[in-house]
């Protein structure tokens, strides 16, 4: 204990970091954890919250998401916090396709004035590297990591919209990021695979949403796995690999992770875990994604694999559009652009799937979504733990509250989800970020500019 009078006590719950649970009260101190005492300890606080017999988490991180779309940082930071989440790490960058002129360093500067002004939860940015960046990354670069950017995002594939880098292109922006203490995450799909295919079905007439998850084969995903590594390995540059969905890949990332090099990190999300190529039928261009939905076979490996401890980290990649925008939702599959909505449900939908079915452990779950993302992105441990010292963002979690998703009760502008009617137990009930109440039983609190930008810290 290092005060007297906390600022708000936490009393009575069960408190969950990713090696375990116990039971302990929280003390909180200018947006700070000050302390953490057992139940008995009658330590004052100026406001008692009562969270017996309810969970106690660290403040979820979303790891992967793009402001960029229907939303921007202002609605998608509602339907974080309103979803447990307390940290967000979207991906910026000076992108053609998302409308961005002006230089990597332009995007970020502009990012953190937009967050900082509209947001309501705390956010770090990634940076995107598209061909564009080329010529300039090697000033660019330790620019932008001087603002606390340090992880950045490259495509190998989509080269139609500009944003697909070839090996050599890859390599160099390794060896810049690898100088600079950075990493790089790969959209890895091999982008030649995908042209093709989507040509060749296009002049068949093959046009109906069940086509789509044939253009992307799975084996274009672990192709790309391995080749990236492999380009990693001779740079020796750190690697985050998101939204991997496929069995073939996970084959890829075990022998990778049996050699010890490179040094990367693996991420997937709730909708790989969740649905199959069947959404494709029901749900036409609204599932449309990419990576896309896969078998059944590959749902399965993708949950053993987080149960394996393969995958790191679980987050959204939240890129949702309007109904309207995805038309024409069953003519031409190719015309619709990729993306979901999913950041509010994130965790209910991780932790109804995951934990309540018996297929990983809540402490597991949260080292998934908080410490993970915080130790690999340079938060940690001021995020992604509740210990001394670090940020009081917290989470109270009812694990017997019943609710019925359903988009019209979300805080994102994307007017679907694709988990209507899904019932999940277990529900946010309170949301804390440095002290400061988020959302109180789905009741949006906090004001925008309320987020302030934390820059990732190298080790
Ligand atoms: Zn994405």
Redesign the pocket.
């Known amino acids: 204990m290092k005060i007297k009078t906390a600022d708000m006590a936490i009393k009575g719950g069960i408190l969950v970091n990713s090696k375990g649970v116990r039971q302990a009260d929280i003390f909180i101190k200018d947006g700070i954890v000050d302390s953490i005492e057992p139940h008995y300890s009658a330590k004052p606080a100026t406001k008692i919250i009562d969270a017996s017999g309810k969970f106690v988490l660290p403040g979820i991180i979303d790891a992967?998401l793009?402001p960029v779309y229907a939303d921007r940082i202002d609605t998608l930071s509602k339907a974080a916090a309103c979803g447990g989440i307390t940290t967000l790490i979207p991906?910026i960058g000076a992108v053609k396709a998302w409308g961005k002129t002006g230089t990597i360093f332009d995007a970020v500067k502009d990012f953190i004035e937009e967050g900082e002004k509209n947001s309501v939860v705390d956010f770090g940015i990634h940076c995107t590297l598209t061909r564009d960046d080329m010529d300039k990354m090697a000033t660019m670069i330790p620019k932008v990591v001087e603002m606390g950017v340090i992880s950045f995002k490259a495509f190998m594939a989509y080269a139609r919209r500009g944003m697909k880098l070839e090996d050599e292109e890859l390599m160099k922006s390794m060896e810049i990021l690898a100088e600079n203490g950075a990493s790089l995450a790969v959209?890895a799909e091999n982008g030649n695979i995908l042209d093709y295919l989507e040509d060749r079905f296009t002049d068949q007439g093959s046009l109906g949403p069940e086509f789509y998850p044939a253009t992307h084969p799975s084996l274009a995903e672990a192709e790309a796995i391995f080749r990236v590594l492999t380009l990693a390995k001779v740079i020796k540059c750190p690697i985050y690999l998101?939204?991997v969905s496929a069995y073939e890949s996970l084959e890829v990332i075990r022998l990778f992770k049996g050699w010890g090099e490179p040094v990367f990190f693996t991420e997937t999300c709730p909708h790989y875990l969740t649905f199959t190529d069947e959404e494709m039928k029901k749900r036409g261009a609204l599932a449309k994604m990419a990576p896309p939905l896969r078998k059944k076979k590959d749902v399965e490996a993708v949950w053993k694999a987080v149960e394996e401890g393969l995958i790191d980290v679980i987050s959204s990649?939240a890129?949702g559009h309007l109904v309207k925008t995805k038309e024409p939702l069953w003519d031409n599959i190719f015309k619709s652009p990729y993306g979901i909505p999913g950041l509010e449900t994130m965790f209910t939908v991780a932790y109804d799937e995951g934990v309540n079915k018996g297929k990983i452990t809540l402490p597991h779950l949260v080292k998934l979504t908080c410490e993970n993302p915080a130790r690999i992105f340079g938060l940690y441990p001021r995020k992604g733990v509740l210990q001394e010292d670090s940020d009081a963002d917290v989470v109270i979690f009812d694990p017997g509250v019943s609710h019925t998703i359903k988009a019209k009760n979300q805080h994102l502008k994307v007017d679907y989800s694709m988990y209507e009617g899904k019932v999940c137990m277990g529900s946010p009930i309170l949301v804390i970020q440095r002290g400061n109440i988020l959302m109180e039983e789905g009741e949006l609190k906090a004001e925008p500019g309320q987020g302030k930008y934390i820059p990732g810290k190298k080790d």
């Open positions: 992967h793009h991906y959209h998101p939204h990649d890129a």
